[in-house]
Each structure stands twice: as C-alpha cells, then as structure tokens.
C-alpha cells in the first residue's frame, strides 16, 4: 500500500496544485507539463499516470473521464480519476486533495473516477 501521488492534468488550475502544496509540502503532485506531457492524448496520459502510479486530477469532466473508463472496461490499470468543474470552489477541491492524501492508500482509488468537491 502507498500514499497517494497526483498528477496535474494539464487543463488544472494551478491555484489547486499550489494551495495543496502549500497546506501539505511533502504531497507529491506531478505537473503534467514537467514531465513534457502537457500536449499529449487523454489516451497518453492515463497511460503514463498508470505506469507511474499517478491519481490524474483534471478539470476535464468530459473526455478524460471518459478515455479512464474505457481504460477499465478493457482491463487496463487505471490508478484513479478526480474530476472537478471549473468553477467549484478551490479551497474545497484542496482540502479533499489533502485529506485523500492524508487518510487513504493510492490502491484504494484504483478504476475510480470520483467528482471533487465530495458533497
């Protein structure tokens, strides 16, 4: 069993990534664009998230979840999805981040796409 590691889709507002960072620093959230990735297919980009053992957190509610659940349907590993609009409230979506990261395993999110803010 592991923490849970995020990658930030590329689409993410970064306010997200730099208040979860700044609420918990030891958090790993991998930046798509730093891994020069920023560019590339939802298709690309789950592969990559699960060969690294990667949670995708992205605001794309449309094709990204989508592209994971074919993932699951044909058997592939999905490490998991966390969807959030634009618009919702960030500090929530951060404190979501922070607790996910703080009270579960990776493992737990496996073939999941979960909407944040939890309600």
């Known amino acids: 069993m592991s923490r849970p590691r995020f990658l930030a889709n590329h689409d993410l ?18 930046r798509l664009r730093a891994v020069d990735m920023s560019k590339r297919p939802d298709a690309e980009v789950l592969d990559y998230a699960a060969r690294e053992g990667l949670l995708i957190v992205s605001h794309d509610v449309n094709t990204m979840t989508a592209h994971a659940a074919q993932r699951v349907d044909a058997g592939l590993p999905m490490p998991g999805v966390f969807a959030t609009h634009q ?23 496996a073939n999941q796409v979960q909407f944040l803010p939890f309600r």
Not at 13 to 21: F, R, S
């Open 13 to 30: 507002t970064e306010a997200i990534v730099v208040g979860v960072l700044r609420r918990e620093p030891s958090i790993d959230f991998v």
């Open 87 to 109: 618009g919702e409230p960030i500090g929530a979506i951060i404190d979501d981040l922070v607790l996910i990261w703080a009270s579960s395993e990776a493992e737990e999110w």
